[in-house]
Structures are given as C-alpha cells and as structure tokens.
C-alpha cells in the first residue's frame, strides 16, 4: 500500500515509523521541517505544500491508497484532503484540533452538500484522549481499561502490591473469578502471556479480559473494596480537561480544575455546572495543599507540556493522593514518567495512531486496542467457514496468543479449552504487537 502523510510533525514522524516496514510511505513537507528522525526511515520525502496540486502530483498521489494530512494547521488539513480527494478519489484522513472542525467535516454531514468532494475520515486526537481518560478514571485503581462488544466484555490492568494474597501463587491457585482470564503480565520490561504455572510476584501488572460483571467482581476482591472514585481534580482547564470535567459531571464525581489563565477559568465556570473551578498554578504545593487536593481519589495532569505535567503528578503523589493520572505529549517519555511513579501516563498520539491503524488496515481483523503502550494488542478476528466447530484448545496458535473473548451475536463468551467456536463469531484475541502477523495468517487474513 502507498500512504502519502503530509506534516512532518511529530504525529507523522510516528506515523511513518508505524507503517514503513509494510508499506510504501512517501512525506510531504517544506525542507526545514524533516528531522533526522525521517532520515532513518526508508521513506520517500517531497517538498512542498500539499494544498497545491502539483506537489500532490509530484508525491504520486494518482497511485497511492491512502492520503493523511497531520500538519499543525487544522485548516491546511483540511483543504489538503479535500484537494487530495478531488483529484485522485484517494482516501483520506484528517488530524483536526478543534471540536468545531471534527463535527463539521463528518462524512454524513458533508455528503449532504458536497457529494464525492468530502474527507473520509477526521481524527481529534484530544477526543481519542478524554473517552481513555474516562475509562480509566470510573473504574478504582485500574490501570488501563477497554471496553468490548458494546461493553459487555472488557481488558482490565492492575498492578500487584506488596499486601495482596496472590503474591508468590501460581495463577491456577489464585482464584480468580469466573468468566475471567488473566491474559498478560508485564513483569519488570518482559510482557508475556502466563499459563496456570505461572507465579505471580509482587509490581506484577496483570491483564485481565472478562465479562465486565465478572471483573468487577475480580476488581473488588483482588484489588480494592468496591471502592468507586468520587473526587477528582484535573490540573489544566484545556479541551481535554474541560471535555473530561463535563463528563465526569454526568457520573456525579466531584470536580476540581486547576487553570492558571483567569480568562480561560471563567469560560469554565460559565460552561461547566458542578465543577469547581480555580485560578492558580497546578505546581503551586500551597494551592494544592490548601484545596486538599491530597485527598482526591485521582488527579489528572493534562496541561500541554509534559515536564509542568510531571511536577504536578509527582507532587500530587507526595500528598498522598491514591492514583495520578498524566498526559505524555511525546510518546517517548511515557516510559520516563511511569519509572519516576506516575501511576497511569497516556498520550493522545497513541490513541490516534491506533486510530489510523484501522481505518487502513483492509482485512478482517481490527485492533481493537493497544497494551503497554504498544508492546501487545488486542485484534478482533471473524470467525471463517475453515474454523467452524473447532475447539479452542485445537487452535494451535503460530506465536504465543490467546482468545480473551468470543462474541456470538449478542452474546459473549468467556471461552475455556472445551469451547467450540462457530462461523462468523468474533474473537478477541490477546497477542504480542510482533505477532500480530503471524496470527493473522493463522486465520488466512491478508
């Protein structure tokens, strides 16, 4: 496939490194803004702007799969899609960094008025970020959550303390609850799937897929008391910290934003019901201190710079508060804060790439979602005619994998070894990111 990015940024830097192993990649960009990041990748790189047609055609446009505009310019975006589109039919994708833009470009929408002249997809990063930040904040110390089959299975992630009764108990032993199965365990920097002989260790991260009634039950009797968060306080008052305070209102969490800009915190009080707003300086430990921020259930830093996000999850940390959450604007240092004790360090990049990763991929497998930070993911697989009434202990895997979940129409199914899976159901599928292929061909996906 020829994917065609414009925006050397540091969204199509990720990018490019994402896809060029597999496909052809060719960036669009002035000269300037190439790095030496671009010039270890085995990429194609044409200068120039990509809202002028010659330079689409220069970059081949007329033969490529796929065209993604990720500039800092929503309105460059745009009109390199629309422009792309209308000269080649080519599909397209669009990094946008306002709501307004993402609402107004929907393909529904603009095929009311505009027929074939329309962009196919619009990605809003800070959007992918706030339903992540949601999920993890509704359910109590959960590292990572993601919901499956319309949210009646999920993957949860919990890190074993010191205190808990399963440490040093092989996972056959532990007890855990029905229609649950312990997928992964990140253990120091090895990720791997456990067998029943498996012992768990103390800092062990574990992965769990499940029906979402069964890990709630496994949450409340492993890894905390049916405690639920009811206090939260998020330090910037941005997009992502006022689309997450309007969500948390709807659950009835207590809130708190930290904004440093007066004009901005008063946009908030006038847009936001419930929530507490505050004029002041999430690094300034006497403000946290007096608003008692130390016995929130969770803090949320999500300015946009990552070191003022450090700071005030590590100082948030110092006041006791049981869980703090930080945004990571470059991938690279997601690593960096989770070794310092950020508990949770999410970043909006990840969750678009994932994005693109879907939308491009023309088969009959989705990644539904990513593991530690990339390490696994989890791929949706249909079910074909070749594999009907095979058991799932016969399923004899080309790498090490493992079937969480299987979905027959409106029912899930948490499978065990005797399961027989049948033609067109849908299984959700725990792999290493390295695997991925080989499973792939195990079930004949190209």
């Known amino acids: 496939m020829k994917i065609v990015i414009y925006g050397a940024t540091d969204m199509g830097c990720l990018l490019a490194t994402e896809f060029f192993e597999d496909h052809d990649i060719i960036v669009i960009d002035k000269e300037e803004s190439r790095t030496e990041e671009f010039d270890k990748l085995d990429i194609s790189f044409v200068k120039g702007n990509a809202t002028d047609i010659s330079t689409l055609k220069s970059a081949d446009i007329l033969n490529a799969d796929v065209f993604i505009a990720c500039t800092s ?39 009311d008025y505009l027929d074939d002249f329309y962009i196919d997809y619009v990605i809003w990063p800070e959007e992918l970020l706030t339903q992540e930040l949601f999920r993890i904040v509704t359910v109590a110390h959960a590292l990572d959550v993601e919901n499956f089959a319309d949210g009646k299975a999920r993957l949860l992630e919990y890190k074993v303390n010191q205190a808990s009764p399963i440490v040093g108990k092989m996972v056959k032993d532990c007890g855990f609850t029905k229609d649950t199965i312990i997928v992964g365990i990140k253990r120091g920097d090895l990720l791997f799937i456990p067998n029943g002989l498996t012992e768990i260790n ?61 004009d901005r915190c008063e946009e908030l009080a006038e847009d936001l019901n419930s929530t507490v707003v505050l004029n002041g300086d999430g690094t300034d430990l006497k403000l946290l201190n007096e608003e008692e921020i130390g016995s929130c ?77 990339g390490e696994a993911e989890v791929l949706e697989i249909v079910v074909k ?56 061909g195990l079930f004949k996906v190209v």
């Open 297 to 373: 259930d969770v803090v949320i830093s999500v300015t946009n710079n990552d070191e003022r996000n450090l700071l005030c999850s590590l100082l948030a940390k110092q006041l006791g508060v049981k869980r703090v959450i930080a945004r990571v604007s470059k991938v690279l240092n997601i690593p960096l804060f989770e070794k310092v004790g950020i508990d949770i360090a999410v970043s909006p990049k990840t969750s678009a790439i994932n994005e693109v990763k879907n939308d491009i991929e023309e088969t009959d497998v989705d990644i539904l979602a990513t593991v530690e930070q």
């Open 385 to 440: 005619e070749e594999f009907n009434n095979k058991l799932v202990k016969d399923i004899r895997f080309p790498a090490p994998a493992i079937i969480g979940v299987i979905q027959r129409r409106n029912r899930v199914i948490i499978p065990k070894g005797d399961t027989q899976i049948r033609q067109h159901d849908i299984l959700i599928v725990f792999t290493m990111a390295d695997n991925v292929e080989k499973i792939k």
């Open 73 to 111: 310019l929503d309105e460059a975006n745009i009109v390199a899609c629309l422009t792309a589109k209308k000269i080649s039919g080519i599909r397209t994708i669009c990094f946008v960094s306002n709501e307004e833009y993402k609402n107004a470009m929907e393909p529904n929408k603009m095929n």
């Open 202 to 262: 103390e800092d062990d991260k574990l992965i769990f897929m499940g029906t979402s009634r069964s890990l709630d039950v496994l949450a409340g009797t492993f890894f905390h008391d049916r405690e639920q968060v009811k206090s939260v306080a998020i330090v910037g008052g941005g997009k992502v910290g006022f689309m997450l305070a309007k969500t948390l209102e709807l659950m009835k969490i207590r809130t708190k934003i930290i904004e440093k800009n007066y």
